[in-house]
Every structure is written in structure tokens, then in C-alpha cells.
């Protein structure tokens, strides 16, 4: 149960994009399309801002994007806004012979 | 409104033992998967256990495998996480999750956390 591969860091100046990547392996990522992202602000719980590698809940902006090719899930933020600075983890369904769920270590999301 | 609010965390003895409850309410809490997942001061998630809506399937994580437990009751909408033979590397913020995904990790509603911290 290795966590995913997240940057430590990323940034971009508001109005810009910026894009997160998350790579896992074969049994997790790779495997199913179970890949979810998730946004916190310091001292907040954690809020759920793409499922199913690329759905978004009810009142998540378009803004927020996912996808991924392989091993590699990605979150795209466009139009960056202040408030998007923040940590953002991926996480995945690993099917091994004890199904469970992975995080990654999480990006810290800086707005220039 | 659905919410989430857990409950039992302390300071506890390395080796000692602690029950975290979670109550739910605001939504039919036996049609979903629940969630634990824990975050040490500082440091990212890491998951620790999820349990199906009728409590007949529990996975673990690794690292808390044969020390923490699972359970649910559905008639009081509240979930549980018996955690035993503690060790410093547990101090951290658990967390309860709802999964909107059939277990999958789709966490669409998680409690503020309840910190548990091991030390003597």
C-alpha cells in the first residue's frame, strides 16, 4: 500500500492553470477509474472536488478538471483565484487482494 | 444537513486502547460506505479502514491491520473505530467519511476529526 506520487509544490499566478499530477501503479490508478481529488484549506476538512477520475459534485466550478492516461491521474485548476490556494490530495481504489483506498502525499497549491 | 461528528479521541499510554465513534445524520447512513481516515499534525492523509453500508465487508490499511476495528451501527447512525495496541506513529486527526462511490474513496462529506495522541 504505497501512497501516490503527488508533488510537493505547485504555483501560478492568478487567471493562470496549473496542473497536478498523481501517479500510482497498475492496481490502483492504472487499474480502475476510481481516482478522486480532494481540496484543503488549513485547519478545514477536506472537500471532495472531482470523483470517478474526472466527475465534479454538485457546486464544485468548472474551473476544476480531471483526467487521466495510465498510471497518471491529473488535476487541472484554471483561472486561478486566491482561494484555490490550498493542499490537494489524490486518492485511489486499489484493487489488491485486500481492496483499499490510497492517498497521495499532497501538493501545496501556492497563487502567486 | 448531512454532518458528521466524531467523538473518543485523548491522550493515551503507548499500548493502550481508545474507541472513536462518528455520528451521522442528514442522510440514510445504512445505503453508504464509510471511511476512516487520519492525518498526523503537520503530515498528509492517510487512510485507515472503510466498512460497507450493512458492515459485512471491512478492509484495513497495512499498517493499522490486526490492531484497529471497523464496526458500525446502523440503528443509531454511528460508526466506529476500536483502535488497540496504540504506538506513537498513531497520533493524528481521524477522520469519518462518507463515500458517494460504492467504498471507492469518492469521500463527498468527512467530520471535523477527533485527535488522538499517543505518548507517556
Known amino acids: 500500500q504505497s501512497a501516490l506520487t503527488q508533488p510537493p509544490s505547485a504555483s501560478g499566478s492568478p487567471g493562470q492553470s496549473v496542473t497536478i499530477s498523481c501517479t500510482g501503479t497498475?492496481?490502483?490508478?492504472?487499474?480502475?477509474?476510481?481516482v478522486s481529488w480532494f481540496q484543503q484549506h488549513p485547519g478545514r476538512a477536506p472537500k471532495l472536488m472531482i470523483y470517478?477520475?474526472?466527475k465534479r459534485p454538485s457546486g464544485v466550478p468548472d474551473r476544476f478538471s480531471g483526467s487521466k492516461s495510465g498510471n497518471t491521474a491529473s488535476l487541472t485548476v484554471s483561472g486561478l483565484q486566491a482561494d484555490d490556494e490550498a493542499d490537494y490530495y489524490c486518492?485511489?481504489?486499489?484493487?489488491?487482494?485486500?481492496?483499499?483506498?490510497?492517498f497521495g502525499g499532497g501538493t501545496k497549491l501556492t497563487v502567486l | 444537513e448531512v454532518q458528521l461528528v466524531e467523538s473518543g479521541g485523548g491522550l493515551v499510554q503507548p499500548g493502550g486502547s481508545l474507541r472513536l465513534s462518528c455520528a451521522a445524520s442528514?442522510?440514510?447512513?445504512?445505503?453508504?460506505?464509510m471511511h476512516w481516515v487520519r492525518q498526523a499534525p503537520g503530515k498528509g492523509l492517510v487512510w485507515v479502514s472503510r466498512?460497507?453500508?450493512?458492515?459485512?465487508?471491512?478492509n484495513y490499511a497495512d499498517s493499522v491491520k490486526g490492531r484497529f476495528t471497523i464496526s458500525r451501527d446502523n440503528a443509531k447512525n454511528t460508526l466506529f473505530l476500536q483502535i488497540n495496541s496504540l504506538r506513537a506513529e498513531d497520533t493524528a486527526v481521524y477522520s469519518c467519511?462518507?463515500?458517494?462511490?460504492?467504498?471507492?474513496?469518492?469521500?463527498?462529506?468527512w467530520g471535523q476529526g477527533t485527535r488522538v495522541t499517543v505518548s507517556s
Open positions: 467519511a462518507r463515500d458517494r462511490v460504492l467504498g471507492s474513496g469518492s469521500c463527498d462529506c
Open positions: 442528514g442522510f440514510t447512513f445504512s445505503s453508504y460506505w
Open positions: 466498512i460497507n453500508g450493512d458492515g459485512t465487508v471491512a
Open positions: 497498475s492496481s490502483d490508478v492504472g487499474g480502475y477509474n476510481y
Open positions: 470517478e477520475v474526472n
Open positions: 486518492s485511489s481504489y486499489t484493487g489488491n487482494s485486500d481492496s483499499t483506498v490510497v
